[in-house]
């Protein structure tokens, strides 16, 4: 007779509590990039861009917590869906007449969100206990 057991909760490694790290981290510059006023004479983001920006940033910080200590699948899926959107948003910023520090910054977040997402969302071995 074989009996096969898998590990029955995803384990929470150093790893991936520093993508959930560096996701709450991108989470916090969304909310607070929300604040930062636009230069005279440019215009800024639109307003819809912006709330949508704040919002995706507090879902990411509250997913981000959510899944510290439980490694809640759902809270990982809904935080990685909301670092992608948020990155497609920065996105245009790069293709427009902008000051370099708000593109270094656009480009900073996304490098980190990538870190977030590959650290949070790659997979583990399954430990597998295989006896005959």
């Not at 981290?25 to 819809?48: C, H, I, K, R, W």
Request: hydrophobic share 55%; net charge neutral; glycine share 6%.
């Amino acid at each position: 007779m074989t009996t096969v057991t898998t590990a029955p909760h995803p384990v929470a490694t150093s790893a991936f509590r520093a993508g959930l790290a560096s996701s709450a981290l991108v989470g916090v510059a969304n909310m607070l990039f929300t604040l930062v006023p636009t230069p005279s004479g440019q215009d800024g983001p639109p307003v819809a861009v912006v709330v949508v920006s704040a919002g995706l940033g507090l879902l990411s910080i509250v997913c981000a917590v959510a899944a510290w200590s439980s490694a809640n699948r759902l809270a990982v899926r809904l935080n990685a869906a909301a670092l992608i959107i948020e990155a497609l948003l920065t996105m245009p910023g790069f293709f427009v007449d902008i000051d370099a520090w708000i593109k270094i910054v656009g480009a900073l977040a996304i490098i980190l969100t990538v870190v977030a997402l590959v650290l949070t969302l790659r997979r583990e071995r399954t430990p597998y206990t295989v006896t005959d």
